[in-house]
């Protein structure tokens, strides 16, 4: 269960803005990558917020106004298919978390985040914290953000790409999501630089939907 313990040792300091930074489709083979910052009011208390992986659709959903309406600011920052493919997921999830920050309206005076160095932002105090989702309020709290995000593009791109159940992966490699690949092709949306997506795309040929089910097991 997230904390404030985190948070705390900053506002116990006089510390009042403290951001924290999550991304969410970090593994998935299609669609963007979203990232979310959020401040919470120095000591604000709501144990409800979690890693959004532990929550179900329902509860994200619902926290998601909750979040938005608490917090002392927030931002929502979209990285797209091409700069994923052309930074590499890290990188591109760093550029996200920067932008993210200066996007905010207050300036944080402390970052956490779910286990990201920021290189940019040396000048204040930065913690970058494994499974930090899992330890923090307002780590979760940027992790339902983005996740509620993503799902909502995600559904969407159902509507726009039949066949995918984008709506139900949500861009991840599902077998049936291999196997629409291999039956209806690749997508603008596709990540190029992805496995299976990067086998598929330098094959000379199209290749069956056994050899797409072999490299999904590798």
Request: glycine share 6%.
């Amino acid at each position: 269960m997230a904390g404030f313990e985190y948070e705390k040792q900053y506002w116990w300091q006089g510390v009042e803005y403290v951001v924290g930074l999550d991304e969410a489709g970090r593994g998935s083979i299609a669609g963007p990558l979203v990232v979310a910052a959020v401040i919470f009011p120095a000591f604000y208390d709501n144990y409800e917020i979690n890693d959004s992986k532990q929550l179900s659709d329902k509860q994200r959903r619902r926290l998601f106004e909750v979040i938005k309406k608490d917090a002392l600011d927030y931002a929502i920052e979209i990285i797209s298919v091409e700069e994923v493919d052309q930074y590499n997921i890290y990188k591109a999830t760093q550029i996200g978390m920067e932008r993210a920050i200066k996007r905010l309206k207050i300036a944080p005076e402390a970052i956490l985040t779910d286990a990201m160095p920021l290189p940019s932002f040396k000048d204040r105090p930065l913690e970058a914290i494994i499974k930090g989702d899992q330890k923090s309020v307002t780590i979760a709290a940027a992790s339902i953000l983005a996740k509620v995000t993503r799902d909502d593009l995600m559904i969407a791109y159902n509507e726009q790409y039949p066949g995918y159940s984008f709506d139900k992966n949500k861009g991840y490699c599902t077998e049936k999501h291999v196997q629409a690949v291999a039956q209806l092709g690749i997508l603008p949306i596709h990540r190029k630089t992805y496995s299976p997506i990067c086998n598929y795309v330098h094959q000379d040929v199209q290749i069956s939907l056994d050899d797409m089910e072999e490299i999904l097991k590798k």
